[in-house]
Nanobody
């Protein structure tokens, strides 16, 4: 059983930056592709970014391309999301998720989820 814990959320002004972390335990981290999702108030879950097991492949949702960067440190069992040029529409709860079988941005393909961290961007 893999446990995922997100951290790094908070309140930031528009145009600012935050770095989220997702710490994993209870499994072999480098056997999981990792994905960030987010859910804004009253909206559906949205794919943000994903990274392959070794970190060599990444993909991003259209709304964050060029502003967010996903990375991972398998030695530390941790994934990151560097968020720059934040906008008010980035306000959401951010979730990390792990998939053993799929390199995917589809929430149905995830095996494990964290509880989320809130990011609030003030305009």
């Amino acid at each position: 059983q893999v446990q995922l814990v997100e951290s790094g959320g908070g309140l930031v002004q528009a145009g600012g930056s935050l770095r989220l972390s997702c710490a994993a335990s209870g499994g072999t981290f480098n056997t999981y592709a990792m994905t960030w999702f987010r859910q804004a108030p009253g909206k559906e879950l949205e794919f943000v970014a994903l990274i392959s097991r070794g970190g060599g492949s990444t993909a991003y949702g259209d709304s964050v391309k060029g502003r967010f960067t996903i990375s991972r440190d398998n030695a530390k069992n941790t994934m990151y999301l560097q968020m720059n040029s934040l906008k008010s529409e980035d306000t959401a709860v951010y979730y990390c998720a792990a998939s053993r079988r799929y390199y995917s941005g589809n929430s149905r393909d995830m095996d494990y989820w964290g509880k989320g961290t809130l990011v609030t961007v003030s305009s």
